[in-house]
């Protein structure tokens, strides 16, 4: 008996257990939110990159047969091959938003300028030759879903497809085009019974090719030796009448360990806004994620010689020379000493209305080397440097920069003295200021990359603070010439889109 209740219990346990996985909530690091005035400079940037892509494929052949009786002839085959469109015009199209479904596509009224080689065959003639086709009165409409697939790559789904060109006109040209043209408006009707057939599954088609291309984008890059950062949808989007959310995972892991942090997302609102293209709300949890991968991987341990010390110095030799004699007065030196900085815990990160804060909690020690190459400690000691976080959008990246505001030293217990702790607490506070953030600041100048279409650029972007996240409201721009690749971490032409953030109040 009990051999069997055994596996029906362990069996409940595992049902209960993907039950509690599957009702957990996952909130986002990163959302991302698209408005209508996206979708509206989408149409004019659509049509450029519908242009571009055209002019770069030929469309299916379009084959048949159709019998003659003015002439007498039982049947002709043709064959229209090679087919381009050399220009096209869809005065009316929009794009909108279907609350809890996807976007609706819409154009009427369109036309196209089509080239095209033909064969003709039938029993008493064949030949070949080029026409030009001019469509008018194209209409077309559709929905398009995003979804995403298991790995969190979007997915595009077309729905309720309908297309639909009310007139077709062609002109062959040739030796004998004044003869093929005589039966060309026979022809025109069957050539648009087979086009339309032949236009949702084409647009399916495109659908289709743009997914493949889609679950190839890098949405776990890696940002540099220390860590990787996951940008994969961890749902659906959500859709509402004025604008698209996207729900970005928005976490960093340390190289080696593709594990969640040990805290989790909490969930935070956007702003009910709609002037600018594209919001980009940052939680808090993104960056306590990065502090945490950092910190882990083991990238806030660093050792600087004296000499590394004066290359990230502001360039003030006697500023240093100040700081270097200080310290040989209290320890008389003759051997090289360096300084070894360990971060204790993984910083913390804190956003406030208008305010963004970055806690170092770290241990500070002071090395010399004697003649027989063994490293002695001079010193050692505790510290926490309290640091304002300056924000700035270069390119698709948003680069961080650290400024020094407290700092506060503690010495062991078995070496502490006011004395001690007053006069190295003002000589260390200058190697941070002046050597240690500059060195950060120059590691952070490579920013985090911000998740962006193939060939957008951001433009007219503005970063404001909140409490729990931060709001990048940004434009966007279609780069005809771009150098960028489709992935989420192209980052070439770097350009300055604002200033630094300075403590802007929402």
Known sequence: MCTKIIPVLWGCFLLWNL???SSQTIYPGIKARIT???????????????????????????????????????????????????????????LAFVPGVGIKALTN???????????FKSPIFQDTGGADLFLSGVYFTGIIILTRND?????????????????????????????????????????LKNLNEMLCPIIANEVEALNANLSTLEVLTKIDNYTLLDYSLISSPEITENYLDLNLKGVFYPLENLVDPYFSPVPFVLPER??????????????????????????FNVTLSTKEISNH????????GNVLSRIAEIYILSQPFMVRIMATEPPVI?????????????????????????????????????????????????????????????LPESNRSNIEVLRFENILSSILHFGVLPLANAKLQQGFPLPNPHKISFVNSD????????????????ETSSKQHPSFHGWEGLNLINGWWRGKAP
């Open 151 to 191: 790995f969190g790559h979007p997915i595009l789904k077309l729905q309720d497809c309908y297309a639909q060109v009310s007139h077709a006109h062609i002109s062959f040209s040739g030796e004998l085009s004044v003869l093929y043209n005589s039966f060309a408006e026979p022809m025109e009707k069957p050539i």
């Open 463 to 478: 970063i404001e603070v909140f409490e729990g996240f931060l709001l990048i409201s940004t434009d966007l721009k279609y």
């Open 274 to 299: 709609s002037n600018s293209m594209l919001y980009i709300g940052i939680a808090e949890y993104f960056f306590k994620s990065a502090s945490f991968a950092y910190f882990t991987a083991g990238a």
């Open 109 to 119: 009224h369109g036309t196209a300028n089509i080239s095209t080689d033909w064969e």
């Open 350 to 410: 804190n956003l406030q209305p208008g305010n963004f804060t970055l806690d170092i909690p770290a241990s500070i020690m002071m090395l010399t080397q004697t003649n027989n190459s063994t490293v002695e400690t001079i010193v050692s000691m505790d510290f926490v440097a309290s640091t304002s976080v300056g924000l700035v959008i270069l390119g698709q990246r948003l680069v961080c920069s650290l400024s020094l505001n407290r700092f506060r030293l503690t």
């Open 36 to 94: 209508q005035r996206a979708l509206d400079y989408g149409v004019q940037a659509g049509m450029e990159m519908i242009e571009q892509m055209l002019k770069q494929k030929n469309l299916p052949d379009l084959s048949g047969s159709e019998s003659l009786e003015f002439l007498k002839v039982d049947y002709v085959n043709y064959n229209f091959s090679n087919i381009k469109i050399n220009a096209f015009s869809f005065p009316n199209t929009s």
């Open 19 to 21: 039950y509690i996985s």
């Open 313 to 320: 110095f502001v360039q003030n030799s006697q500023g240093l």
